[in-house]
């Protein structure tokens, strides 16, 4: 009876904690249209941070982040701390970013771009120049995107499923697709599972 109450308390501690922790800005977007399934959005023009990084989907996701972190955190020649947004995108070398703030391909050797969207109230000319060259400040145009939304865990296994099942209804409802889909992800790595919220997404025509 009280291991069943402690395990309880530390459930509601643990989804506490993942609740406070994930009040962040999030991506402006505005739905378009909304399947049983998923949803059209419009994504408007906006200014993320990002790096290249190369290896499988799990180690460019860690690395990329540690080094985007590393920007907001002060690396930055103000030594200015900019307060994180979500999600966190991350995809293929080629790809075309489509979220502020992030996953997708897990073959070695390939290149990722996981990117930081900055919050609305900087523009290109108020950000501090990140002092790590790995670092890069771009605007993204805007975009139409496809998106599915899911929780619970986001092994590679799982986002490959994920990317099958939201092309194949964009094939069965005869919407265009540009590019492949990417992934994005909202919350902290110790927000409980049961409340995270992760996406795929792929630009539409």
């Known amino acids: 009876m009280y291991f069943i109450l ?3 308390a530390v459930g509601v ?3 506490w904690w993942g609740y406070m922790s994930s009040r962040t800005e999030q991506a402006e977007y505005t739905v378009l249209a909304s399947a049983q399934e ?3 959005r419009l994504y408007p023009s906006h200014i993320v941070a990002q790096t290249v990084v190369q290896g499988p989907y799990q180690t460019a996701l860690n690395q990329g982040f540690r080094i985007v972190a590393g920007y907001i955190f002060g690396g930055n ?3 200015e701390r900019i307060a994180m947004t979500a ?3 991350e995809q293929k070398v080629g790809e075309s970013i489509a979220m502020t703030a992030p996953v997708v391909a897990s073959i070695e050797g390939e290149s ?3 990117a930081f ?3 609305r109230s900087y523009t290109l000319a108020t950000l501090p120049t990140p002092t790590d060259p790995r670092v890069q400040i771009v605007t993204i145009p805007e975009k139409r995107m496809a998106v599915i939304r899911f929780s619970w865990f986001r092994t590679d296994r799982r986002l490959q499923a994920k990317k099958r099942e939201l092309l194949d209804m964009l094939k069965r409802d005869s919407v265009g697709v540009r590019g492949e889909p990417q992934y994005a992800g909202y919350n902290a ?3 409980p599972p049961w409340m995270t919220r992760n996406e795929v997404l792929v630009e539409v025509a």
Do not use: Q, R
Request: without cysteine.
């Open 117 to 119: 969207g900055m919050p």
């Open 77 to 79: 020649t103000k030594k």
């Open 189 to 191: 790595p110790w927000t």
């Open 112 to 114: 990722h771009t996981v």
């Open 38 to 40: 998923y949803e059209i």
């Open 13 to 15: 501690a643990w989804s």
């Open 87 to 89: 999600p966190v995108v």
């Open 6 to 8: 402690a395990l309880i």
